[in-house]
């Protein structure tokens, strides 16, 4: 079982940068693939970015591509979404989650089976 712990999250302008961290609580990353989802009021949860467990590969959100850098540091057992040049369409509470142990990268929510409590990230004009 792994629990996850996100923290960064805040107030910005547009063209601000902010970096989130999803810590891995009690246990570890190892192994883990993670993604970071976001949902913005009124709308469904959304994928953002996901890294695969060792690091290697990442996909992102064509929303995202170009702004937002997902990285993770095993033996920190945290995974980092660092996302600049925000906009205020980025305003949405953002998740992390984790997949199943020595498993693929996934986009898809369902693909997920372990998720933190959210961070609030609000862009202003």
């Known amino acids: 079982q792994v629990q996850l712990v996100e923290s960064g999250g805040g107030l910005g302008q547009a063209g601000d940068s902010l970096r989130l961290s999803c810590a891995a609580s009690?246990?570890?990353?190892?192994?883990?693939?993670v993604g970071w989802f976001r949902q913005a009021p009124g709308k469904e949860r959304e994928f953002v970015a996901a890294?695969?467990?060792?690091?290697?590969?990442?996909r992102y959100a064509d929303s995202v591509k170009g702004r937002f850098t997902i990285s993770r540091d095993n033996a920190k057992n945290t995974v980092y979404l660092q996302m600049n040049s925000l906009k205020p369409e980025d305003t949405a509470v953002y998740y992390c989650?984790?997949?199943?142990?020595?498993?693929?990268?996934?986009?898809?929510?369902?693909?997920?089976?372990?998720w933190g409590q959210g961070t609030q990230v609000t862009v202003s004009s």
């Open positions: 989650a984790a997949r199943g142990r020595w498993t693929g990268i996934g986009t898809m929510k369902y693909e997920y089976n372990y």
């Open positions: 890294i695969s467990w060792s690091g290697s590969s990442t």
């Open positions: 009690g246990g570890t990353f190892n192994g883990y693939p």
